[in-house]
């Protein structure tokens, strides 16, 4: 998800994970049994706190130390490790693909000798493309191990940041299946992938695949970067690949911060498009181009600005759900139970004595 300290300082944006993707990270330290507190320590991550949202640099931070630490890209996940430079390498091998179709299809065999737990593929067929991410070998036994979860997310992407950055723009998913129950953290996939997130739970003791779906015609989009971005787009990575999204969401980024700025008024699409002196339909395409949509941007920002206020202030619900444009406490109770599993009394009682401060 997105935020910005100060609306007029674009220079100030801080985007920010749920801590989900966190411990899926972690999960292969786990396995093995080695304590993450050092890392954590380095990077200022408390996962004590499963209710807090990670600022991205701090994310990627992780991401690269974590790689250098058990010189695996893979995070320790999968049945061989994915040695440092694998990312590189595959950037390399891309990077003379004549289109993005090529370049995955040169991807996808790469991974195969450096990953072959997961199989990549891409498929078109009337006029839909699906990157397929197969598991060539369970994971895990428990389908919704975190994991597994984050294996799957992060190959994802992985491969769709890097699609983006090959192409010089951004790539909307239309839709995704993810093989596995909807994680508690679901509600970022809006922004990270696509509003259209799928769940279909692997069958016990199956193998599970994801499909991402797009449309085709942008597998024959021409790769137009050249050896000096790649030598400027490989400093920080792979965990750059992370922010990727970022740049590449300049709409949702706008639209979001005009939101945040007129609650407890709620602004229609309408009063975004005169604000920005656009028409609807052209903010609701740019939306769709990366990703994303009106309704998704309003639904993700009070969800993060009602789980702030419930952990971190003493606010009454219902002058939260004021502040927030609800017009009722009733239609706040519904949402908050659709974000979270459960009622805001009980998920603010869940963490009292943890995070709940003073305004």
Sequence with gaps: MLHRTNPDSPARTQATVAMGFVTGMLAGLAHRQIDPSR???ATGIDIADTASRIPIERYAALYNR???ELDDEGFGLFAQP????????????????????EALGRASRFLHVVLPDLAVSVRRSH????????????LSENPDDPGRVFAFEWLLRLLHGLSCWLAGRGIALDSVIFPYRKPAHFADYALIFTEDSRFAPTVPGGVGTLVASFNANLLDLPIRRDEVALNSFLEGAPGKITTLYRRDREMVIRVRDLLRAALPETLSLDDIADRLYLSPRTIHRRLEEEGSSFRGIKDALRRDMALARLTKTRDSIAQVAADLGYADSSAFYRAFVEWTGMAPVHYRRKWAGKSVGTN
């Design 82 to 101: 994915m040695r440092l430079g694998s990312f590189e390498f595959l950037c390399r091998g891309c990077l003379s693909a004549p289109t993005l179709a």
């Design 66 to 68: 974590l790689n250098r």
């Design 127 to 138: 006029g839909k493309a699906e990157l397929v991410i197969g598991e060539s070998r369970k």
């Design 39 to 41: 890392l954590l320590a």
